[in-house]
Structure formats: structure tokens, C-alpha cells
Antibody, heavy 116, light 113 residues
Framework: EVQLVESGGGLVQPGESLRLSCEASGFALNTYWMHWVRQPPGKGPVWVSLINSAGSDTIYADSVKGRFTISRDDAKNTLYLQMNSLRAEDTAVYYC?????????WGRGTLVTVSS | DIVMTQSPDSLAVSLGERATIECKSSQSVFYSSNSKNCLVWYQQKPGQPPKMLIHWASTRESGVPDRFSGSGSGTDFTLTISSLQAEDVAVYYCQQYCTTPYTFGQGTKLEIK
């Protein structure tokens, strides 16, 4: 069974860092493009970043460019999102999603709250 | 960025009746390489991640009931639920995946009348 499980969320203060993980099972991460998508409380989803199947290309939304880094550990079959210089507006549930003509498989998400 | 605009923001339909949600993109999402539209519809229920219903604007995902259908091309798209069931109560989103940043509509909340 294909499954994605996010972890690493929590409450942090503005300016702090956090690393999210997304453990994949049932398939190899290096055979799919993978995405991070976030959803602020009560709002719609917002695409954050992608990494291609080769791991050679990454793209970011303007709102996180220079602060967030997407990466992957193929040995652990785990996707990461390193988030630095966090802001209140980064508060959201963060999902990892597998690319399938859109986002076909999603994890359950992990909540990140940025507040002083 | 491609802006996706859905209408209406909310919709109340009687059980067994038809529900129609519109989605308009600020630029064409027609993908010339395969002559298809890179437009997805998702359903999201409270406390759950979005679930893909339809991709390429009109291709239903495996396991999605055939009462759900998608249509449209270029910049104008429609999600139709032919006969509303109680389990269809949810928020529905359209999304374009032609060009980064991949953008979503603001969502349409579907309720039972």
C-alpha cells in the first residue's frame, strides 16, 4: 500500500527553524516527483515546493524561496522540508504529496504553528 | 502566476439533485503536448487531506463514483455531481498543474439543502 507519513511539526517562535519529514512506503521516492503543499487554518491548499525524481531539480513558491529547502534521502525513502526564518504566515498544516497528474497521493499532514 | 477562480464560494443542493461548480483560470491550462488540460479537481472533508477526483480536466480517478464528472477546456472548467449524496458534503478545489507555482482555486463549500 502506498503511504506518506509526515512528522516534525510543532510550535516555534518567529525566526526559528524546523525540519519536516515525509516517510514514504509502498513505492520508491526516487521514481516520482514529490511536492510539499501547505494549508493555513480555514483556507485552501497552497503549493510550496517540488523535487524531481532524479533529485536534481527543485522549485519553490516565491513566498518560501531562500528560506525553505526540499531534499530527499533515498536510502531512508524520506522527503524533507527544511524551514528557516519562520514567520507567522507560515502557520499551516504541511502535506507531502506524490505527483500523479496533479497531487494524487497525500499524507495526513503535520501542523506547524509559528507564534510568539 | 495563474489565478484560479471558483464559483460559487458555497452551494446548497438537495439530495439527489445536480451540483455544478465552475472554475476559471486566468490563462489557458491547455497542454499542447498531449492536447489535454492540466486541471485537477479535489474533494476535501474536515480533518482529511484533499483527495484527487479528476485529472486532465475530465479523467476520473479509480474508485471515484461516476456521478462525478469534469468538463471544460482552455480557461473554463466545470465539476458536476449528477445526483448529490450525503457523503459528497465537502469543500471542492480546482488546481492547475501546467505551470509552477501550481495554483488552487479558493474552494467551494458544498452542503445539503
Amino acid at each position: 500500500e502506498v503511504q506518506l507519513v509526515e512528522s516534525g511539526g510543532g510550535l516555534v517562535q518567529p525566526g526559528e527553524s524546523l525540519r519536516l519529514s515525509c516517510e514514504a512506503s509502498g513505492f520508491a521516492l526516487n521514481t516520482y516527483w514529490m511536492h510539499w503543499v501547505r494549508q493555513p487554518p480555514g483556507k485552501g491548499p497552497v503549493w510550496v515546493s517540488l523535487i524531481n525524481s532524479a533529485g536534481s531539480d527543485t522549485i519553490y513558491a516565491d513566498s518560501v524561496k531562500g528560506r525553505f529547502t526540499i531534499s530527499r534521502d533515498d536510502a531512508k525513502n524520506t522527503l524533507y522540508l527544511q524551514m528557516n526564518s519562520l514567520r507567522a504566515e507560515d502557520t499551516a498544516v504541511y502535506y507531502c504529496a506524490r505527483n500523479e497528474y496533479g497531487f494524487g497521493t497525500w499524507g495526513r499532514g503535520t501542523l506547524v504553528t509559528v507564534s510568539s | 502566476d495563474i489565478v484560479m477562480t471558483q464559483s460559487p464560494d458555497s452551494l446548497a443542493v438537495s439530495l439527489g439533485e445536480r451540483a455544478t461548480i465552475e472554475c476559471k483560470s486566468s490563462q489557458s491550462v491547455f497542454y499542447s503536448s498531449n492536447s489535454k488540460n492540466c486541471l485537477v479537481w479535489y474533494q476535501q472533508k474536515p480533518g482529511q487531506p484533499p483527495k484527487m477526483l479528476i485529472h486532465w480536466a475530465s479523467t476520473r480517478e479509480s474508485g471515484v463514483p461516476d456521478r462525478f464528472s469534469g468538463s471544460g477546456s482552455g480557461t473554463d472548467f466545470t465539476l458536476t455531481i449528477s445526483s448529490l449524496q450525503a457523503e459528497d458534503v465537502a469543500v471542492y478545489y480546482c488546481q492547475q498543474y501546467c505551470t509552477t507555482p501550481y495554483t488552487f482555486g479558493q474552494g467551494t463549500k458544498l452542503e445539503i439543502k
